[in-house]
């Protein structure tokens, strides 16, 4: 009996005993350095490593269908004093139904451990989690990241410098997405950042007077494939009451 007794006590243990938690993949690393285009390292560049392929449910849908006219990046402080810009809305009863479907949409993201979300022209969105947040480049000019396994796009930016990705190639170009399997080390990323210009001038009319309101825009010759040139808009702006014009954050390439 009291060894029945026993038995039974230790089926109790072992079936009270919970059951261990599910492991997670070992982290990825990525590391790097940015230099100029002499070869110098750039300290103070925001590196930004997003996430991609992640599903928010009814703002991806929203996203993909309706795409913003330039790259756009929305961070979670933003999230949050739209949403409350828009309960307000929705208590004056100031939207549309279909309005409405946006504001869902807005709303479904989970902000807790979302810092921003960078969203492009072609659909495409990046989440950058509070857990990985932007890094600024040291003196040497270096910067490490230690991430879940997964595909990000790797940003770069900086004063004086054009907003580049990795393995962008040209200014009107796209990067090349990282995909990073457990325990990944790449560490061997050295990324070239392109200096940004600037174009100023004065226009006057014919008797020498500032002319304000003119449409001033900036064009260059590119080649397709198949070497054919074509004429590129690149910047456009218009004279201001003193007849003068600025484009700026312009590239070489």
């Known amino acids: ?19 261990p938690p599910p492991q997670q993949a070992p982290k990825a690393t990525i590391a790097g350095v940015v230099l100029n285009g002499n070869g110098e390292p750039v300290p103070n560049i925001r590196v930004t490593l997003g996430k991609l392929g992640v599903s928010l449910g009814s703002f991806t849908q929203f ?45 479904s993201v989970p902000l807790d451990d979302i810092h921003e979300i960078t969203v492009t022209p072609s659909g495409s969105m990046s989440v950058v989690y509070k ?31 054009a907003k580049q990705d990795y393995g ?19 560490t061997d990323i050295v990324m070239r950042m392109n200096p940004v210009s600037a174009v100023s001038g004065l226009v006057r009319d014919n008797i020498g007077q500032p002319a304000s309101g003119v449409p001033v825009r900036l064009f260059r010759f590119v080649y397709d494939e198949t070497g054919k040139r074509n004429v590129q808009n690149v910047a456009s702006t ?16």
């Open 1 to 19: 009996m009291i060894a029945l007794s026993i038995a039974l006590l230790a089926v109790a243990l072992q079936t009270a005993v919970p059951a």
């Open 63 to 107: 996203v993909l269908g309706d795409h913003p006219q330039r790259e756009t990046t929305i961070s979670a402080e933003a999230f949050a004093a739209l949403s409350e810009e828009m309960e307000a809305e929705i208590a004056g009863g100031g939207l549309q139904p279909e309005e409405l479907r946006q504001v869902a949409a807005f709303k």
């Open 168 to 186: 962008q190639r040209t200014s009107s170009g796209s990067g090349v997405p990282m995909t990073l399997t457990p325990a990944q080390a790449k």
């Open 131 to 161: 857990s990985t947040p932007p890094v600024q480049t040291d003196e040497r000019g270096r910067f490490s990241f230690s991430v879940d396994p997964g595909t990000y796009r790797l940003s770069f930016s900086g004063v004086g410098y």
């Open 238 to 253: 218009s004279t201001n009451d003193r007849g003068e014009y600025r484009m700026f954050y312009l590239t070489l390439c």
